[in-house]
């Protein structure tokens, strides 16, 4: 493994953002999570953010930071509206850097020469995409790259789940984000009547292949990193101490894992990285040894890095402006620090049948420094730092109050404005990428 340093993000990059012109980046989307913590990791460094997003009123937009939105189409449901209102866009407006925050990556990475002059991105070859968009693609990278990760079967028919009887597992479309399309199965009936449904529904064909994967040991963890043509640049990794809707990461810790790191250098290299990627693994303590679940080609959440000393967003512009070489040592955090999405906490507490009495204790207990929110910062919504981000954490919370049962509309509405269904993978992949 190449030397890695264990210091914050590179010490002349704050002197850069002092002496040159203001950069303009266009972010993909504002409804994510990811875009939120992005924006305020890029707005305190002096960037000039502007926002395209199909919902009138997503979290991104609140914010002291973001200049301008645009209302657009959404790309999960109307991917080639939602291309031609940013090729257009882009077209009629200066923006130094374009910045998918989710999974509108995949597209950009399709149509790459078709974007305006001028436009750059930290974005890696589209076969490198179809490697870990897709999670039966990475299943089998992890496979040729003889990296860990659970048994995992990949299914094609109903008759293929009809003899699986290593359980608990997780059964997982294709292509899904964000906890959808995931199923825990801890039974032999329950595996039955899920399979029932999944062919029912199409989504388990041999176009559409579903993949079982059996439940690891350890704790849930992510690492998320970015390259530059292949080499790492930096690294950080998060223990997962709290989870939200669909099991996304609503508190983390920073931690070391020196084997992550090693399989990061060994994944970027195989598929020529070029950008932000991140990992979902079990992080088993007494071996030292990761399982890896799922991967993530885009800059995931990147809060905690930044609060960590490695501002991973801003590495992803310096990356797509030129301004880092891949012979740069790649960088790692200093562990322990804790971080927290109060929002994504409520709404993971009531997506799980909690209590208005719960939800109040939860916010007394944030008030007060206590349980999970100890010795921990706000990553989300930090209203000390961007006063407008009370707005969503507030009107979020009433509505929670009011009607408990509401959490799981309220973030698929989120998620539905960003992410890829199949249709749309399906269109991508049909595209014309000149």
């Given amino acids: 493994m190449k030397s890695t ?26 409804s994510s999570l990811s875009a939120r913590q992005t924006i305020t990791a890029l707005g305190k460094l002096g960037y000039v953010l502007d926002v395209c997003d199909p919902h009138p009123l997503f979290i991104s937009r609140f914010s002291r930071f973001v200049r301008r939105s645009f209302r657009c189409p959404a790309a999960g449901t109307d991917p080639l509206g939602y291309l031609e209102f940013m090729l257009d866009h ?53 496979d040729q790259l003889s990296l860990p990760q659970p048994p995992t079967h990949i299914v094609r028919a109903r008759t293929e789940l009809d003899v699986l009887d290593d359980l608990p597992s997780y059964l997982k479309t294709d292509f899904s984000t964000a906890g959808q399309g995931v199923w825990r199965v801890t039974s032999k009936s329950e595996l039955m009547h899920l399979a029932l449904t999944l062919e029912q529904q199409g989504l388990l064909s041999e176009t559409h292949p579903i993949i079982v994967q059996r439940e690891a040991a350890g704790r849930l963890c992510q690492a998320q990193a970015v390259f530059a043509q292949g080499q790492l640049l930096a690294a950080h990794c998060t223990q997962t101490c709290g989870v939200s809707v669909g099991g996304g990461h609503a508190a983390r810790m920073g931690v070391d894992h020196p084997a992550v790191r090693e399989h990061l250098l060994t994944l970027g290299q195989a598929l020529e990285w070029h950008g932000p990627l991140s990992l979902d693994y079990f992080f088993e303590e007494t071996t030292g040894t990761p399982s890896y679940l799922e991967c993530n080609p885009r800059l995931v959440e990147p809060m905690n890095a930044t609060l960590s000393g490695i501002n991973l967003a801003d590495l992803t512009v310096r990356v797509a402006l030129g301004e880092l070489e891949a012979s740069t040592p790649p960088q790692h955090s200093e562990p322990g620090v804790r971080s927290h999405s109060l ?10 049948g909690a209590s208005r009495w719960k939800l109040v204790q939860t916010l007394a207990e944030n008030l007060l420094g206590q349980g999970i929110f100890a010795k921990s910062r706000e990553d989300l919504t930090p209203v000390h730092l961007d006063p407008p981000s009370l707005i969503p954490l507030t009107v979020v919370t009433g509505q929670l109050l009011l009607h408990p049962r509401r959490a799981h509309r309220i973030a698929t509405s989120a998620v539905t404005s960003y992410s890829l269904t199949v249709a749309a993978v399906e269109i991508i992949m049909a595209l014309n990428g000149k």
């Fill in 5 to 30: 340093s264990k210091t914050t993000t590179d010490p002349q990059a704050g002197s850069q953002h002092r002496s040159r012109r203001p950069i303009h980046i266009l972010l993909s989307e504002g």
């Fill in 90 to 142: 882009l077209s009629q407006h200066h923006y130094d850097v374009l910045l998918p925050v989710h999974e509108q990556a995949f597209l950009f990475a399709k149509v790459r020469e078709r974007l305006p002059a001028g436009i750059q991105l930290a974005l890696a070859p589209f076969d490198s995409f179809l490697q870990v968009q897709g999670k039966a693609a990475f299943v089998r990278l992890m």
């Fill in 343 to 352: 929002l994504a906490i409520l709404l993971g507490l009531a997506d799980q």
